[in-house]
């Protein structure tokens, strides 16, 4: 067996960022586009695909289930087959690092006449699942998870699923799509209501394919039916994106422009919170209405930051944005306030702890609480940190170093891959000073 790699990032402090230039696409964007074009009737073409290991898992899902789908360099084309046209799998479906993918999809092979099992890497395989199996249930699914809740997930296919009414525990936009998604099978609507807004992606773009969807406030309300292929453009990621625009607001000098953004009202959280902390942030040339996802360039300035409590309502749809919040935070002036985030200690690590104790290692001083912590700013001094394979913790901490008193390593960057291939030439491009060190474990 051959021995596995592991990637650790050494940053180096830097002055004075500038430059143009575009992230890769929206991963949310991307998933969705290739699970609504599988199972769509006819071809979707989709440009400004998120090339990434965590997408391609979802590809690779789906042609283990017969679908056609073509790759080249930033595209894809998806040959639909239909609601009812994947075809059992002979091997259990493998997600990886996916959340995204694994849950979104059980909405889907809820609705199949066959059996499945979902399975991932060891990460995936500890986070919850019951989330999406007990409502599923509501529906009719024959689904099943472990006593702890965690995958494997196995389902038992020919069951017909019906349309409910359900108040979603937690905000949680996975969630939310897998029900709209096995809504498409079942035989009256489904109306999900969230106690608060969470990304609208698969509701702004299943109208594309033919679905009906309304939304009003918190609630949203699918009708059945079958859909039909079209063409997706994916706008560049805004989580992504959010590594350098903290790292435009803590770098004196720094003037940097981030193009062909998305900026969906329920994404953009991220901009609101770093202005209200006084970073300099505008957007330009927006494009994009209701009923589209909206694109504009966001230019990035430094100006000194200021310590703020995060503002609830806004911690749901900034909930991947975080960690880089956080970096920002190490460098404001005073103390800053995050609760109501329980969420982060669910993701790919428990990023409350993975943040705390890196931040701590460097020197600033962290209290955490269930829900969240406080940051109080000032210097940040470097050192070594563990991002524990967590690929949105790894880049926090490489944007960390920029002003740091010394270096700063982080370990264990491989799954960077997951979200942001090319992550380190791009920050480099810009004028950061990042290195990569391999090796055997």
Known sequence: MLPSKRIDYISMPVTGLSGRTQVPGDKS???????????????????GFLDSADTIATANVFREMGVRIDRNVDSMTVHGVGLRGLKPSSAPLYFGNSGTSVRLL??????????????????LMQRPMRRVVLPLKEMGANIDCTDMGTLPMRITGGNQLHGITYKTPVASAQLKSCLLLAGLYANSATTII???????????????????????DHTVVLQPGALSGTRVNVPGDISSATFFMVAASICPGADIVLENIGINPTRHAVIEILQRMGADIRVENLTGNQNVEPVANIQV???????????????????????????????????????????LRVKESDRIDAMAEGLTRLGVSVVTRPDGMEVTGGSIQGGTVNSFGDHRIAMA?????IGAHAPVK???CINVNTSF????????????????EQSDV
């Open 106 to 123: 059980s909405g889907v092979l809820a609705g199949q006449r066959f059996n499945s099992e979902l399975i991932g890497d060891e990460s």
């Open 29 to 47: 964007i991307s998933h969705r586009a290739i699970i609504f074009g599988a199972i769509a009737e006819g071809v979707t073409h989709i440009t």
């Open 421 to 436: 291939p090319g992550f380190v030439e791009l920050a480099n491009s810009l004028g950061m000073n990042i290195a990569t």
């Open 194 to 216: 969230e106690p608060a807004v969470t990304r609208d992606h698969t509701e702004r773009m299943l109208p594309g394919f033919g679905c009906k969807v309304s939304t009003i």
């Open 410 to 412: 982080v370990q264990d």
């Open 397 to 401: 901490f490489a944007v960390s170093a």
């Open 301 to 343: 300035k430094y100006r000194p930051l200021s310590a703020i409590i995060i503002p609830s309502h806004l911690v749901p749809i900034a909930i991947d944005e975080i960690p880089a919040l956080l970096i920002a935070a190490a460098y404001a002036q005073g103390t800053t306030i995050l609760r109501d985030a329980a969420e």
